[in-house]
């Protein structure tokens, strides 16, 4: 079984400003891990995915995350957000020896830019 | 590019009535899933549903629950007698063999009155 969290559920920054949104997650096997952005009154599209390979990994929209292994984290960055990135961030997991498996989301990070 | 639809977009019932949820997942997609979102909390898994047989269902997906690929395109979730609880938005996914990516469908807005 897996369990995500994300330590924070609302971050309001300015402008501009660098972000991070953070996530940790609990597992007994290999995961592969995701982070999704839902804008208001939408569905969720993916931002970015570590599958394996290099632990930093770039999405779109200029956000990218690293995956720290020892830490199991997977926390999510941009250096300069725009007011067009408020929105709810969802972390998620899903089980790398089980093709299919569910994913397991944690509870959502409320970004808020503002002017 | 494909993706993911769902019809409704929005469905009002009320407490009781069965209501059937639909989907059309991506053409070559072989995973399927349903997951859902009560207002204000996080998505939660509800059942996945690979070679025309549920795969895996949480504690959620109780008898009430069901699903079914009737056509080849669409899959659907039809929940049989609708509490007020079953208000939430219903998002339907579908991916490919191997890395587990999931794409989403825009999901269908649940009401029980």
């Known amino acids: 079984a897996q369990s995500v969290t994300q330590l924070d559920s609302q971050v309001p920054v300015f402008e501009e400003a660098p972000v991070e949104l953070r996530c940790n997650y609990s597992s007994s096997v290999s995961v592969y891990l995701f982070w999704y952005v839902q804008y208001p009154n939408q569905g969720l599209q993916l931002l970015l995915k570590?599958?394996?390979?290099?632990?930093l990994v770039k999405g779109i929209n200029g956000f990218e995350a690293e995956f720290n292994k020892s830490q199991t984290s997977f926390h999510l960055r941009k250096p300069s957000v725009h007011i067009s990135d408020t929105a709810e961030y969802f972390c998620?997991?899903?089980?790398?020896?089980?093709?299919?498996?569910?994913?397991?989301f944690g509870e959502g990070t409320q970004l808020t830019v503002n002017p | 590019e494909p993706e993911v639809t769902q019809t409704p977009s929005h469905q009002v019932t009320q407490m009781g009535q069965e209501v059937i949820l639909r989907c059309v997942p991506i053409s070559n997609h072989l995973y399927f899933y349903w997951y859902r979102q009560i207002l204000g909390q996080k998505v939660e898994f509800l059942v996945s549903f690979y070679n025309n047989e549920i795969s895996e269902k949480s504690e959620i997906f109780d008898d009430q629950f069901s699903v079914e690929r009737p056509d080849g395109s669409n899959f659907t979730l039809k929940i049989r007698s609708t509490k007020l609880e079953d208000s939430a938005m219903y998002f339907c996914?579908?991916?490919?063999?191997?890395?587990?990516?999931?794409?989403f469908g825009p999901g269908t807005r649940l009401t029980v009155l």
């Open positions: 998620a997991v899903s089980d790398k020896e089980t093709s299919g498996s569910r994913l397991t």
């Open positions: 570590y599958l394996s390979g290099s632990t």
């Open positions: 996914a579908s991916g490919e063999q191997g890395y587990n990516e999931q794409f």
